[in-house]
C-alpha cells in the first residue's frame, strides 16, 4: 500500500475496510438500488480520490456492474415510474464510472436517470416532487438525492439551460420551508396545503429535522463546487449558503459541539446529539470554507464540531470502529402515518454503523482533512496551458472539446487526479487556451505545459515562438514557476519547445527510453534517491515512454535512471523551472487503478506539488 504521508482520515479508512467494503455489505449494496447503498458508493468513490488506491474504485464498479442490465438500459429493481427522487443519488456513481473509464453502460444509466429528472412530476412553482406517491410535496432530503447529479450532467454534457432549472430548486424550497426567525428549514412543504402534517397557512412540516437540513447543505456545497460562477444565480446560492451556516451555527450544542436531532430543542426529554446531521453539517461548512464561499470565523465551529463527533459518536475496539447515535430514519406521511411532531422525530430508532451516518462520516472526514491542507498554496494559482498542447475530439454529445492531460478529464489520459491534488493544497487551477502573456499568467504562478503538440496531434499545432518564450523567461525571472512534462520522440514537438528551455540550461532530446509491455510494469520502475529535494517521500516512481534530457550550468539532474536524466531543475532569477520527459502525472498512472502497489506516483504528485508550492513562495521573499 502507498504510504501518503499526509492523509490523517484513518477513522474514514476503518470505516471503508472494516465495515462498508467487506463481502457481507457489498452483498446487501448488490440487493435493491437504493439511496442508502448509493450514499455508501459516493463515500467510498471520494475515499478512493483522497487515498489514489484503486481498490475503492473496483469496490464501488463491482457494486455498480451488479444493477447493469441490457448494457445499462435498465437498472436492476429500479423503476421509472416511482419518480423517487431518492433513485437519482446512485447516479453520481454511474456518471463517475463513466468519466473513468469511458464506459457506454455507464453512459446509459446515467441517461436512464437523468431521463427521469426531464419527466418528473412538478408543483405549480416548478418543484421537483419528492416521490409521486408524495404528490405535491418538495422535502429538504430531495435537494441532495437529485441536484448534485443534475448539476455534474449540465456540466459533463453542455446543458447550460439546466442551471437556472437547479437553483431555482433551491430558491423555491429555501422561500417555503425558511423560518424566518431563526433562519431554521423545516423538513418539508406540501403546495397543496393538504397533508395533516403540513401547515394550513404555510404548508410547511412543523419541525426543523437535523439530517433533512443536513442532505440540504450538503446539496447546496456540492451543486455550488461545479455551479458556474458566471451563472445569474451563482451569487444567490453562495447567499443561501451563507443564511444556512450562520443559522445552523447559532444552533450547534455547546457542551459537545455537534448539532441535535431536532435542532431547536436542545435538552428536551426526548431528544439527543445526532451523528450524521452532525457530519453533514461538519462537512458543509468545512467545504464552504475550503472553496472560501463564507467568513474563516466559521472555522471554529468545525473544530469544536469535529472533536465533538469523534469524542461523543466513535467508539474503537481492537480493530472494529462505530459510529453511535444515528437515527435510523424519519420521513413525513405515509403508512402508519408520520405527522411530524417533536413526538414523532424522536420516537424513531437510533442505531449504530448506520450506512447514512458512515457514509456522512467518511465525507466530512476527507473534506476537513481537506481543508486542513488547504492554507499550505493559498493565493497560489496553477495554470495548466491548452494552448501549444490543444488537442480536440469530438465527445459523446457530438460537441468538439479539449481533451488530453485537461483538468477535467476524468479518464486514463487526464489530469483531474493531480487537479484534485493541487486543490487538497489549496491551489487555484485553471487553464489557459491563448499564449501566455502578462495579461493572462499572473506573477508568483505556476505554468504547466504537458506534452506540446507536433502536427501529428494537432492539424494546426501552435509551436513554442520567440517572442513565448522570452515572455516566460522574464516571467520566470520575476518569480514564476515553470513546469514542462514533455514526452518521447513522435509524441510531441522538441525543436519549438527548445526554444524555450534552453534559456534555462535545458534541453529535450527527440529520443525514446522506458519502453515495455504491458505486463512489464515493473521494469517502468525509477528509484528515487534519499533526500530528493522534488520527491522526498517517494521511492519508486513510474514513468514510460520519456525523452532523455541533457542540461548545463545552471540547471541541474534532479533524478537519473541508468545515467539518463529523467528530471532537471532550474534556478533563475526569482523563480523556477522544472523539466521531466514524460507527461506522468496522467490519471493512469497516480489514481491507483492501474500501477502494483509498489509504485509511489501518487504520493510523488504530492511531494511535486508541495514542493512547487515552496517554489512560488521562495520567489515572492
Not at 99 to 104: A, E, G, I, L
Not at 127 to 153: I, N
Not at 484 to 503: P, T
Not at 511 to 539: K, T
Amino acid at each position: 500500500m502507498q504510504k501518503v504521508f499526509c492523509r490523517n482520515i484513518i477513522l474514514s479508512e476503518k470505516f471503508a475496510n472494516n465495515v462498508v467494503c467487506t463481502t457481507a455489505n457489498q452483498k446487501a449494496l448488490n440487493d435493491k438500488w437504493t439511496y442508502e447503498n448509493a450514499i455508501q458508493l459516493k463515500a467510498i468513490m471520494a475515499l478512493w480520490q483522497y487515498t489514489g488506491e484503486g481498490k475503492y474504485f473496483q469496490f464501488v464498479q463491482n457494486v455498480a456492474n451488479n444493477y447493469l442490465l441490457d448494457s445499462g438500459h435498465t437498472i436492476k429493481t429500479y423503476k421509472v415510474n416511482d419518480f423517487n427522487l431518492d433513485n437519482i443519488l446512485g447516479g453520481n456513481v454511474f456518471l463517475s464510472l463513466y468519466q473513468v473509464t469511458d464506459n457506454r453502460n455507464y453512459f446509459n444509466a446515467v441517461q436512464v436517470l437523468y431521463q427521469q429528472l426531464m419527466q418528473q412530476p412538478r408543483t405549480s412553482d416548478g418543484g421537483f416532487w419528492h416521490k409521486a406517491r408524495y404528490p405535491q410535496q418538495m422535502w429538504l432530503d430531495g435537494m441532495y438525492m437529485a441536484q448534485p447529479f443534475y448539476t455534474r450532467y449540465a456540466l459533463a454534457f453542455h446543458q447550460p439551460e439546466n442551471f437556472n432549472d437547479i437553483a431555482k430548486q433551491f430558491l423555491l424550497i429555501t422561500h417555503k420551508t425558511r423560518n424566518k426567525e431563526n433562519g431554521l428549514l423545516y423538513h418539508a412543504w406540501d403546495a397543496d396545503y393538504k397533508e395533516k402534517w403540513s401547515n394550513p397557512a404555510t404548508g410547511t412540516s412543523s419541525n426543523f429535522w437535523g439530517r433533512a437540513m443536513g442532505w440540504y447543505g450538503m446539496a447546496l456545497v456540492d451543486v455550488l463546487e461545479n455551479f458556474p460562477v458566471n451563472n445569474v444565480y451563482y451569487d444567490s446560492l453562495k447567499g443561501l449558503l451563507n443564511d444556512y451556516v450562520k443559522a445552523v451555527a447559532a444552533v450547534q450544542d455547546v457542551k459537545t459541539g455537534t448539532w441535535w436531532n431536532v435542532l431547536n430543542y436542545a435538552n428536551k426529554n426526548g431528544n439527543y446529539v445526532e451523528s450524521s446531521a452532525s457530519c453533514m453539517f461538519t462537512y458543509t461548512i468545512a467545504k464552504a470554507l475550503r472553496f472560501k464561499w463564507i467568513d474563516e470565523k466559521y472555522k471554529t465551529v468545525i473544530n469544536k464540531a469535529y472533536e465533538g463527533i469523534v469524542n461523543n459518536f466513535i467508539i474503537e475496539k481492537n480493530d472494529s470502529v462505530f459510529l453511535t447515535n444515528t437515527v435510523k430514519v424519519s420521513g413525513l406521511g405515509g403508512n402508519p402515518y408520520r405527522d411530524g411532531s417533536y413526538q414523532y422525530y424522536c420516537s424513531e430508532p437510533v442505531v449504530t454503523n448506520d450506512s447514512k451516518g458512515i457514509s456522512a462520516f467518511i465525507l466530512m472526514d476527507i473534506e476537513m482533512a481537506l481543508y486542513k491542507h488547504s492554507y499550505k498554496g493559498k493565493g497560489i494559482t496553477v495554470v495548466l496551458d491548452d494552448y501549444f498542447n490543444a488537442e480536440k475530439k469530438v465527445d459523446i454529445t457530438g460537441t468538439l472539446v479539449p481533451y488530453h492531460y485537461k483538468w477535467n478529464e476524468m479518464n486514463n489520459g487526464g489530469f483531474s487526479t493531480l487537479q484534485f491534488l493541487f486543490q487538497k493544497y489549496g491551489v487555484t487551477t485553471k487553464q489557459l487556451a491563448e499564449m501566455p502573456s502578462k495579461n493572462n499568467l499572473p506573477l508568483n504562478s505556476i505554468y504547466l505545459i504537458v506534452d506540446a503538440d507536433d502536427s501529428g496531434d494537432n492539424p494546426n499545432p501552435n509551436f513554442m515562438n520567440v517572442p513565448a518564450a522570452n515572455f516566460l523567461r522574464n516571467w520566470v525571472n520575476k518569480g514564476g514557476v515553470l513546469c514542462v512534462l514533455h514526452n518521447d520522440k513522435g509524441n510531441a514537438e522538441f525543436k519549438h519547445m527548445n526554444l524555450l528551455l534552453s534559456q534555462f540550461g535545458i534541453q529535450v532530446n527527440e529520443d525514446s527510453y522506458q519502453h515495455f509491455s504491458a505486463n512489464q510494469l515493473m521494469e517502468g520502475v525509477i528509484n528515487v534517491h534519499q533526500n530528493n529535494e522534488v520527491l522526498p517521500n517517494a521511492q519508486l516512481i513510474y514513468q514510460k515512454g520519456i525523452c532523455s534530457i541533457s542540461i548545463k550550468y545552471p540547471a541541474k539532474a534532479i533524478l537519473k535512471k541508468n545515467g539518463v536524466v529523467v528530471m532537471a531543475v532550474t534556478k533563475y532569477g526569482k523563480g523556477t523551472v522544472f523539466v521531466t520527459g514524460d507527461p506522468w502525472l496522467y490519471n493512469e498512472f497516480i489514481d491507483g487503478r492501474k500501477l502494483p502497489e509498489q509504485f509511489n506516483n501518487y504520493v510523488a504528485a504530492e511531494d511535486w506539488i508541495q514542493w512547487l508550492i515552496q517554489q512560488v513562495k521562495n520567489g515572492k521573499s
